[in-house]
T-cell receptor, first 115, second 112 residues
Framework: DTGVSQDPRHKITKRGQNVTFRCDPI?????LYWYRQTLGQGPEFLTY????????KSRLLSDRFSAERPKGSFSTLEIQRTEQGDSAMYLC?????????????FGSGTRLTVV | DAKTTQPPSMDCAEGRAANLPCNHS???????VYWYRQIHSQGPQYIIH???NNETNEMASLIITEDRKSSTLILPHATLRDTAVYYC?????????????FGKGTHLIIQP
C-alpha cells in the first residue's frame, strides 16, 4: 500500500464545466476526508465519510459540491458548474476509527485551475 | 477548537535546531496540541502531538508550557528537507470523527 492516492494531480477546466476527482485511501482506513486549500491558506475541511456513510457535509462550500464513497473504499468529489473561485488544491485524507490523534494520512492533492 | 497564533515565517540555518512557537492562550483542559507540516506540493504530514507533558519522537520534540498556553516544536538538526509550512492545531481528540482546522501556519525556511 503506497498511501493515499489522488487522481488526477492536475486539472484545468473551463468555467461552467463539471469536474470529478478521485481519492483512494489506505486500504484498511475506514474514514475518508476531503479538504480544499487555496493559495497561502491552510487546508479547509469539507466533508468526511465513515465507510460509505457521509457523516459530515455541512462544510461543503455550496450545493455545487458533492462527494460519494459508494462502496466504502474510494471516494469521488464532484464540482458542478465550476467557477474561477473553485481554483484550489483539493486534498483527501484517510484514517482508522479511533485513531484520529495521529492517524490522518493525506494524499498529495488534485490542483484544479478554472479558466 | 482553541485559536492558535504562529509567526508567518522563520529562517533557520541548516544543522541548527529550529524552534517554532505557537500561542494557544484559550486552550481547554481536554484539548491536545498537534503539529503537522506541509512540504510544497504535498499534503500535510503529522509530526507530533501532546496534552500536558513534553513529547519526543523520531521527527521532533514538543515542549508545552506548564500553563499550556503556548508550545514550541523543536526540530533538533534541521535539514533543507525540513523547509515547509508548519501548522499548530489545538483540538479535542474526537477519535477522527471530524476534520482538522488549519490556520496559516509558519513557513520555515532552512538556509544552507
Amino acid at each position: 500500500d503506497t498511501g493515499v492516492s489522488q487522481d488526477p494531480r492536475h486539472k484545468i477546466t473551463k468555467r461552467g464545466q463539471n469536474v470529478t476527482f478521485r481519492c483512494d485511501p489506505i486500504s484498511e482506513h475506514n474514514r475518508l476526508y476531503w479538504y480544499r486549500q487555496t493559495l497561502g491558506q491552510g487546508p479547509e475541511f469539507l466533508t468526511y465519510f465513515q465507510n460509505e456513510a457521509q457523516l459530515e457535509k455541512s462544510r461543503l462550500l455550496s450545493d455545487r459540491f458533492s462527494a460519494e464513497r459508494p462502496k466504502g473504499s474510494f471516494s469521488t468529489l464532484e464540482i458542478q458548474r465550476t467557477e474561477q473561485g473553485d481554483s484550489a488544491m483539493y486534498l483527501c485524507a484517510s484514517s482508522i476509527v479511533g485513531q484520529g490523534r495521529d492517524g490522518y494520512t493525506f494524499g498529495s492533492g488534485t490542483r484544479l485551475t478554472v479558466v | 477548537d482553541a485559536k492558535t497564533t504562529q509567526p508567518p515565517s522563520m529562517d533557520c540555518a541548516e544543522g541548527r535546531a529550529a524552534n517554532l512557537p505557537c500561542n494557544h492562550s484559550t486552550i481547554s483542559g481536554n484539548e491536545y496540541v498537534y503539529w503537522y507540516r506541509q512540504i510544497h506540493s504535498q499534503g500535510p504530514q503529522y509530526i507530533i502531538h501532546g496534552l500536558k507533558n513534553n513529547e519526543t519522537n523520531e521527527m521532533a520534540s514538543l515542549i508545552i508550557t506548564e500553563d499550556r498556553k503556548s508550545s514550541t516544536l523543536i526540530l533538533p538538526h534541521a535539514t533543507l528537507r525540513d523547509t515547509a509550512v508548519y501548522y499548530c492545531i489545538v483540538r479535542v481528540d474526537r477519535g477522527g470523527a471530524d476534520g482538522l482546522t488549519f490556520g496559516k501556519g509558519t513557513h520555515l525556511i532552512i538556509q544552507p
